[in-house]
């Protein structure tokens, strides 16, 4: 069990908008940074999203991060087939001391 | 550009230990930590750990602890990762990623993995 809580998957169609949920506690999501991560097919993680809503150079802006108490949301628009992959929300455990993951949310284009 | 470059494929037998290499370039390998998170077939994201380069302190995964080393050599801008007494569920995709960091105007610091290795498969089998 994650100590960060994803849906386990989301599908949407091409051009379409989609949001991916990541649930938290006090202890990290509540008052610390989230960062969001792609992982595409068969490859490493890439970091999407860091400090809540901030994009890495060269991620587009269809890519957006928002935070609200202990949840955290990612965003994605205009869908593309090439956005298929699983995301991970991240962020530190201040009570746990340790770093933690969400368990992951496959997208789906349809 | 910065990069980290991780050692090829392991397989082991169970009992046995593992060491992971990651090599860094493209930036002062002194000023960012190192973070190990590995994924098991068909599983999520693990953090295992992380090493301050600066000054080698470390913070482990505590269902890892006693069974994991990680260390870096500053000469050859290297991290590494070692687990003991494999099983077989450590089989998994062990990766390196840079530990990026700022500072909250209310104090501490914050972090994320900004720059990720391609990993590195370590096979535990009898």
């Known amino acids: 069990q994650s100590v960060l809580t994803q849906p386990p998957s989301v599908s949407a169609a091409p051009g379409q908008k989609v949001t991916i949920s990541c649930s938290g506690s006090s202890s990290n999501i509540g008052n610390n940074y989230v960062s969001w991560y792609q992982q595409l097919p068969g490859t490493a993680p890439k970091l999407l999203i860091y400090?809540?809503?901030k994009r890495p150079s060269g991620i587009p802006d269809r890519f957006s991060g928002s935070k609200s108490g202990t949840s955290a949301t990612l965003g994605i628009t205009g869908l593309q087939t090439g956005d298929e992959a699983d995301y991970y929300c991240g962020t530190w455990d201040s009570s746990l001391s340790v770093w933690v993951f969400g368990g992951g949310t496959k997208l789906t284009v349809l | 550009q910065v990069q980290l470059v991780q050692s090829g494929a392991e397989v082991k037998k169970p009992g046995a230990s593992v060491k992971v290499s990651c090599k860094a370039s493209?930036?002062?390998?002194?000023?960012?930590?190192i973070s190990w998170v590995r994924q098991a077939p068909g599983q999520g994201l693990e953090w295992m750990g992380w090493?301050?380069?600066?000054?080698?302190?470390?913070n482990y995964a505590q269902k890892l602890q006693g069974r994991v080393t990680m260390t870096t050599d500053t000469s050859t801008s290297t991290a590494y990762m070692e687990l003991r007494s494999l099983r077989s569920d450590d089989t998994a995709v062990y990766y390196c990623?840079?530990?990026?960091?700022?500072?909250?105007?209310?104090?501490?610091?914050?972090?994320?993995?900004?720059?990720w290795g391609k990993g590195t498969t370590v096979t535990v089998s009898s």
């Open positions: 400090e809540n809503n």
């Open positions: 990623a840079r530990r990026g960091e700022g500072y909250y105007a209310s104090g501490g610091y914050y972090y994320y993995m900004d720059v």
């Open positions: 493209g930036y002062t390998f002194t000023s960012y930590g």
């Open positions: 090493i301050s380069a600066y000054n080698g302190n470390t």
